[in-house]
């Protein structure tokens, strides 16, 4: 963690995130419906599985690990020569992946809801070759409209901005964690509203960052919607902040 003292791990039982694309992985996140909320819905692993019989493709076995919520973890490492965005439902539904701009939970780490446990300590292995095209973003026509602020790359102040108060949040014992997570959710609105960041983006890393604190997924999920919600609706014009 940033910021903490050689012996802070002796003290206080600190979670662990990874931020993924720095680490140069690519991290599949299987999720499961929420209950009583989508009744019937598929999982992420059959949603996967589903992919894999479309594509006639497969995946090598790699290193997993099992959420609290009993979702998976799958890791690879990313392709080089790039940089793969992070994605929510791009592969199918309840499929998330975690590359740049995105942090995982380690396993080991506990929060309210359960600890993240090694399913299968495989090596990890190479994102397949047929998985990487489909997380590209395509390319969109020119339109010759007024300029909007509405831009899928992620700028460089809007990156470092991201890194700096997610690590804060992470660091952040008992007691103040919510408010970090509140106040750093508050300060990265404005980079969402001037179309430098993309929402889930911001949703997703400040997610990982506050559970790695100790906070549930649901009092992340709460105060972000809530911090994001408020910083987009009273945010200054970019050329006035």
């Known amino acids: 963690m940033h910021g903490l003292p050689p012996d802070a ?8 995130g990874v931020a993924t694309g720095p680490a140069g992985l690519l991290v599949i996140d299987l999720d499961v419906p929420k209950p009583g909320k989508e009744e019937g819905a598929p999982d992420g ?4 599985q589903a992919l ?11 290193y997993q690990v099992r959420t609290p919520s009993g979702g998976r973890h799958l890791y690879f490492t990313a392709p080089s020569g790039g940089k793969l965005p992070s994605s929510v439902n791009r ?9 740049w701009g995105g942090y995982v939970v380690a396993p ?8 993240y ?26 339109v ?3 300029p909007l602020l509405v831009q899928e790359a992620v700028t460089r102040r809007a990156q470092a901005a991201l890194d700096r108060e997610v690590a804060a949040v992470a660091g952040t014992g008992e007691g103040g964690r919510n408010t970090r997570l509140l106040e750093g959710a508050r300060a990265l609105g404005r980079f969402v509203a001037w179309g430098e960041i993309p929402r889930d983006v911001v949703e997703e890393a400040f997610q990982a960052g506050g559970e790695v604190a100790g906070l549930s997924a649901a009092e ?5 919607r809530s911090a994001l919600d408020w910083s987009i609706r009273t945010c200054r014009p970019r050329d006035a902040a």
């Open 9 to 16: 791990w002796a003290r206080t039982p600190y979670n662990v």
């Open 45 to 48: 692993a059959a949603s996967l």
């Open 52 to 62: 894999c019989e479309r594509t006639g493709e497969d995946l090598p076995p790699t």
């Open 91 to 99: 592969l199918g539904p309840h499929i998330d992946t975690r590359a």
């Open 108 to 115: 080991g780490s506990t929060t309210p809801e359960g600890a």
């Open 117 to 142: 446990e090694v399913l299968d300590d495989a090596p990890v292995a190479a994102l397949p070759h047929w998985l990487a095209p489909l997380l590209i973003e395509p390319s969109r026509p020119a």
């Open 144 to 146: 010759a409209l007024a």
């Open 220 to 224: 992340c999920r709460a105060t972000l």
